[in-house]
């Protein structure tokens, strides 16, 4: 498929989504937005990836949704753009994905990147929720998914009083996996995301599914969850041959079956 707003290859099992936009900070307009997720879509269906990096460049991850094309949009043309619907088919990427985050990572941005599995953020990263200093509020998850992190108060701070989090504290806080060196920081994510490539693809996606069930249910649903997926994964060949390879002392050859 043909983009225009976003780059896209595949390294080793890794499948990598740039953002594409340098002149708007990455902004999210609704093209690229679509592009995103078609190409989310894609690699998640590809056989060879086992995990997927997002990005943008070492200066914006993405400075949000597109301002100069949401600015005129009455309440009918926001509500029936498609643009909630476009940002919640994250949800349904069973592989995991991670966001490489260098830079500004605002408003719709930030959201994109605490939707995403797992953070890897250079030194430079920043991440904030700006909107309401355009007189909104975050329309992509930002009010809910950043409660579940950083709990109430700091996320009433960010939300309401424009309060930014450099990489070192969304690393104290829980919202990213490692910060690295900005020179480099897209080999960093993609050399953690090659790690879990080559972990057992069905036992990722379980593992996967099994974590969100803890952002949604009860101690006692979740659990309920855990062990759905924890049964099942002893009908599939890669856990003979996981447990087979332990047992031989050796590294096990997995299949994804
Ligand atoms: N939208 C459009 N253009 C943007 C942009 C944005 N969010 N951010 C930056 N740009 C553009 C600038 O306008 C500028 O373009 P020109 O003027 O040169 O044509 C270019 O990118 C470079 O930006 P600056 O000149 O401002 O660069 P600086 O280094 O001085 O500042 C900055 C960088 C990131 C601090 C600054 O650009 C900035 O504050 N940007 C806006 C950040 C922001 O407020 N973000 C929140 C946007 S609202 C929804 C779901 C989610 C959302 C909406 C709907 N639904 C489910 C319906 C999300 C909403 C948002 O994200």
């Excluded at 349904?92 to 953020?121: H, Q, R, T, W």
């Excluded at 379980?206 to 979740?222: I, S």
Aim: charged fraction near 25%; aromatic fraction near 8%; hydrophobic fraction near 45%.
């Amino acid at each position: 498929m043909t983009y225009t707003n976003i780059l896209t290859e595949t390294r080793g099992k890794v499948g990598l989504i740039q953002l594409n936009r340098p002149q708007a900070m990455n902004a999210f307009n609704l093209a690229m937005l679509t592009e995103v997720f078609d190409a989310l879509e894609a690699f998640d269906k590809n056989e060879s990836v086992g995990a997927i990096v997002v990005t943008g460049n070492e200066k914006a991850f993405a400075a949000g949704a597109d301002i100069k094309e949401m600015a005129d949009q009455s309440y009918v043309e926001m509500f029936t753009s498609g643009h909630v619907e476009i940002w919640d088919r994250i949800r349904n990427i069973k592989k995991p994905v991670i966001a490489a985050v260098s830079g500004y990572a605002l408003g719709g941005g930030c959201e994109f990147a605490i939707s995403c599995d797992m953070i890897i953020a250079s030194e430079s990263a920043k991440f904030g929720q700006p909107e309401i200093t355009i007189g909104v509020i975050p329309g992509a998850g930002g009010t809910q998914r950043l409660a579940r992190v950083l709990g109430k108060y700091l996320t009433m701070e960010m939300v309401i009083n424009n309060r930014t989090l450099s990489a070192s504290e969304a690393l104290q806080f829980g919202l990213a996996n490692r910060v690295v060196p900005v020179e480099g920081y897209l080999d960093s994510a993609i050399a953690f995301a090659e790690e879990i490539a080559s972990r057992a693809p069905i036992a990722v996606r379980m593992a996967k599914d099994a974590v969100n069930a803890a952002f949604e249910t009860t101690l006692t649903e979740g659990l309920k969850v855990e062990k759905r997926n924890f049964y099942p994964l002893f009908a599939t060949e890669d856990q003979k041959e996981g447990m087979k390879a332990f047992v031989e002392k050796r590294k096990a050859d997995w299949k994804g079956k």
